[in-house]
């Protein structure tokens, strides 16, 4: 069965490499009142800024380009490079190293295994697997756990180098709760997921994307892929439809 995942996810890839254009853009950063983070622009469009004003825009290939003002004309940058997004989707086939950088260091005792990762939305963070994990900036957090038949469970969520703290409850048989809505979110900050029944926490890293990556495709997996979810990209790419 995995062997057919992997060969479907390598054919896909060659399929992306061969046809993949920088025909959209999505702007993550703006200080202009022209752009708006989250928007979406054809790659051939003019952009114009003024003396003071910048964009930054990440590219269908996934490259991230800066654009300072003044400018008037199409999103400029280092040339596509044809390997980059081979060398991001090629880590979606191989098996993820037992801990993440920087995060493995706050990791509980003993190295078990990874819980299996059944989420159905690359979106919800997985309460029951370490490492990188991303989030849409602005939207409510889902969060997943695997246990369809589970008791009802709390988590307990601490920030690292922070007071706050926060509790996800799942009732029995629910694999889906969301993340309390006065929880902090801060880009690539450690959360440290503790069941109320375990001496153990979960070290999760969250990273906060715009909200024009949610649409899926080659270019969000790329994206998830550049920012360590790996987990999550695999999970966009096995629900992305045929063809």
Do not use: F
């Amino acid at each position: 069965m995995r062997s057919t995942i992997v060969l479907g996810i390598m054919l896909g890839l060659g399929a992306t490499l061969s046809t993949a254009t920088a025909a959209e853009l999505a702007v993550v950063e703006s200080t202009s009142p022209r752009y708006a983070a989250g928007q979406l622009l054809d790659a051939t469009v003019s952009i114009t800024l003024v003396a003071g004003e910048s964009v930054t825009v990440v590219t269908e290939d996934a490259r991230v380009i800066e654009i300072e003002g003044p400018h008037d004309g199409p999103a400029s940058g280092p040339p596509p490079d044809p390997s980059a997004l081979r060398r991001a989707l090629a880590q979606l086939i191989v098996e993820p190293p037992p801990a993440v950088g920087g995060v493995g260091g706050v990791r509980g005792e003993g190295q078990e295994d990874k819980a299996a990762d059944t989420r159905p939305d690359p979106w919800l963070v997985h309460a029951q697997r370490s490492g990188d994990q991303c989030v849409l900036r602005g939207s409510s957090v889902g969060v997943w756990r695997e246990n369809p038949a589970g008791d009802a469970a709390v988590v307990e969520v601490g920030v690292s180098l922070a007071a706050s703290n926060a509790r996800i409850r799942w009732d029995a048989g629910q694999q889906r709760a969301t993340l309390p809505a006065d929880l902090a979110l801060i880009d690539d900050t450690i959360y440290l997921l503790r069941p109320t029944d375990s001496l153990r926490s979960v070290p999760i890293r969250l990273h906060l994307l715009e909200p024009a990556l949610a649409g899926g495709g080659q270019a969000t997996a790329a994206w998830l892929a550049a920012k360590g979810c790996i987990d999550q990209a695999r999970v966009l790419l096995r629900g992305a439809p045929a063809g």
